[in-house]
């Protein structure tokens, strides 16, 4: 929102007309503390109260506005008990009673003779034509509720329509006309925006439908460009200043590639290319790389790491969970020379002396590859010279706890890894300040995962089957139902459920447990048994959704899967189809609700995570996925990803051509911008250049 001179709009509610202790405190239900709040806080629809139907006119049910002289005003007792308040109009077509129950005050409103606009919804009875709980004002008012197209926002309890109406317009007329426009009058001019005054009143309270749909087009716009003005100077400190230019070795790459077991994909060899002249640039490179369940990004990070090693430096890897952190660890160890190339490992499950030990050889350099979890954010940990920093499963980690990793470096190269899969326009939004790869495909011989949607009724058959093929010399998952309220639920969920499995089930298989509250050995020591097969059917908790791979696995039963979101049973999936036999997803559920069955029908339906992530996006809260309000960005109050990607394409070509211009945001015209964007998104614009 713009700022003011003598008033503000980060000012308090309080400083509007009418807004006491009482009302600010149920104003705060709704997130409105500010002015800017209140006027950020946008109708949910409009009414269209334009038409004045004559009394004598309107028919039973019909929504209508009407407009009359009051002929009498009273409350009546009923044999309920109830006060019930009778207004009458009379438009001299016919006669309307206006009608409220148990607010006796009602009738000190109102004067014989005083002429009224009301709205509501018509009742025809025996008792004549009614209107219940009308909205009305008198003619000599502002007309905020009748007589035009009226807005009508989310309320809260102890809050009405007609009293937050004169509040919105009480700060429209205070503080707009003093307000200065954010947006630089150049380019409203040329993407063709109206003012930021003229877009709050039409938003508010529109003189046309049309006047509603480019207030809205105005307001989408800024608020997707504060956020790309954030990221475009986010970009730009990045790209000014120097990192590490590496060498890129070609020879000793090549070596590296020909000890791996299998044969680069062509998409992980042109991402491979993209990260090769990044690291040789010189400056520290920014890159997100996105990659399906499976695609091959472990290697490609690796490759990343091998450059940084040749050249002297360390690179660290930091993964979410301990258990992806080890598989990372024993991954790293296959594919390279453990003679000249040390990998450590760093988790906090280590004891206090091994802990010390690993730090210590981090500090000196005696370790080269480094791979651990949030541990590696420990004060303690030192490294003698990080030359790059790569996170896995990205959306898991803050922005804060990225920088903090980077900062145990002068300048080190980033490389982020998903694999939950992002639309396009919120990669834009999130990860506005980095370039992105994507890994298109899988790898040869991988087969397409059959998935099935299964009633509870059908439990036996599919442990029929899981039993088939264990005996066939497969593997299996059973992933216990989501307890969202407790870990330790979801661990005696597992725990009763494996032990049931065990015994009355599959007696004669092996099957093994895991879960988020056992110690980070005992989960290895399962893990590593079920690698070597030594367990058959491995239930689970949804701890195993991120990372572990053991190709043998070619079955996942997944219990009351429509309590999972989409990207999570997709992840969940994503743990067999890893090896060359054929894989199977038994998702058993009986959803009660329309998107449960919708996110069932996709798992279905397809197997490409990206298809996947936009039907997600369709289903849920975009700022409810892959931890948007980690990246500190604020909550979108108009814009929507899904709808408004045409606006989001104009919002970052604006916003990195505005800021290449001016890269302090310096200039006259951007004031408040400058202000309203290091405010919001806590940048230092004093370091941009």
């Not at 809050?159 to 409203?188: C, G, H, N, T």
Request: proline letters at 4%; glycine letters at 8%; hydrophobic letters at 40%.
């Amino acid at each position: 929102m713009a700022r003011m001179e003598a008033r503000s709009a980060g000012d308090s509610v309080r400083r509007i007309k009418g807004v006491g202790s009482a009302i600010s405190g149920t104003l705060t239900k709704l997130g409105i503390e500010t002015v800017s709040d209140l006027l950020w806080h946008l109708p949910r629809s409009y009414e269209d109260r334009t038409t004045l139907r004559r009394i004598g006119d309107v028919e039973d049910g019909e929504a209508a506005t009407v407009s009359g002289a009051v002929v009498a005003a009273g409350n009546e007792r009923l044999p309920t008990g109830k006060v019930a308040t009778k207004v009458v109009l009379d438009d001299g077509t016919g006669t309307v009673t206006l009608l409220w129950f148990n607010q006796w005050f009602q009738k000190g409103r109102f004067q014989k003779g005083q002429t009224i606009s009301a709205y509501g919804t018509v009742r025809k009875n025996q008792w004549g034509t009614q209107i219940p709980n009308p909205e009305w004002e008198g003619l000599s008012d502002s007309l905020l509720q009748s007589s035009r197209i009226t807005p009508v926002y989310p309320l809260t309890e102890g809050l009405s329509q007609a009293v937050l109406r004169k509040f919105i317009r009480s700060a429209l007329e205070d503080y707009l006309p003093v307000a200065d426009d954010p947006l630089p009058e150049e380019m409203r001019e040329r993407v063709g925006l109206m003012g930021a005054a003229e877009a709050f009143r039409e938003v508010h309270f529109p003189h046309s439908a049309e006047a509603v749909e480019r207030a809205r087009e105005r307001l989408i716009f800024e608020e997707l460009f504060y956020v790309q003005v954030a990221m475009a100077l986010r970009r730009h400190r990045a790209q000014r200043e120097p990192g590490i230019a590496f060498a890129v070795n070609r020879d000793s790459l090549d070596r590296f590639f020909k000890r791996l077991p299998f044969a680069l994909t062509p998409a992980q060899k042109k991402v491979i290319g993209e990260i090769e002249r990044d690291m040789a640039g010189p400056y520290p490179m920014n890159r997100l790389l996105q990659g399906d369940v499976g695609s091959g990004k472990t290697v490609v990070a690796l490759t990343a790491m091998m450059i940084a090693f040749h050249n002297g430096c360390q690179a660290a890897m930091m993964a979410p969970t301990e258990i992806l952190a080890e598989q990372h660890f024993l991954s790293l160890g296959q594919f390279i020379d453990g003679k000249s190339i040390r990998v450590e490992l760093l988790t906090g499950s280590l004891t206090p002396k091994k802990a010390e030990a690993v730090r210590e050889r981090i500090r000196t350099g005696e370790s080269h590859l480094v791979v651990g979890t949030h541990a590696l954010l420990q004060e303690r940990v030192e490294f003698h010279r990080l030359g790059l920093v790569v996170i896995d499963e990205q959306h898991r980690f803050g922005v804060l706890q990225r920088a903090n990793l980077r900062d145990k470096g002068r300048r080190p190269d980033l490389l982020v890894m998903t694999a939950t899969p992002i639309p396009r326009t919120l990669a834009l939004t999130v990860y506005g300040d980095l370039d992105v790869s994507r890994i298109q495909g899988m790898p040869p011989g991988r087969k397409a995962i059959r998935t099935y949607w299964k009633s509870a009724q059908g439990r036996q058959q599919i442990y029929e089957g899981i039993h088939a093929l264990v005996k066939q010399g497969r593997q299996a998952y059973i992933v216990c139902p989501l307890i969202e309220e407790s870990e330790r639920l979801q661990a005696k969920a597992a725990v009763e459920m494996a032990e049931r499995l065990r015994t009355e089930v599959f007696p004669d298989l092996a099957v093994g447990l895991l879960h988020g509250q056992m110690k980070a050995a005992d989960k290895e020591a399962v893990m590593g048994r079920f690698r070597r097969g030594e367990i058959q059917i491995l239930v689970a908790t949804p701890v195993i959704e991120v990372g572990v791979d053991v190709p043998n696995a070619s079955v996942i039963l997944i219990e009351d899967a429509a309590r999972f979101g989409l990207a999570q049973l997709h992840q969940l999936r994503g743990r067999v189809g890893r090896g060359r036999e054929q894989s199977f997803c038994l998702l058993m559920a009986d959803p009660k609700t329309e998107p449960g069955k919708q996110r069932l029908q996709a798992m279905v339906k397809h197997q490409d995570g990206f298809v996947l992530a936009e039907q997600d996006l369709k289903l849920r809260n975009t700022g409810d996925l892959w931890g948007v309000r980690q990246h500190g960005l604020p909550e979108l109050k108009i814009a929507d990803l899904l709808r408004d990607f045409d606006a989001l394409d104009r919002a970052i070509a604006e916003a990195r051509a505005l800021v290449a211009r001016d890269p302090e945001l310096r200039s006259p015209e951007c004031a408040s911008l400058r202000r309203l964007v290091s405010e919001t998104f806590h940048i230092d614009l004093a370091l941009v250049n």
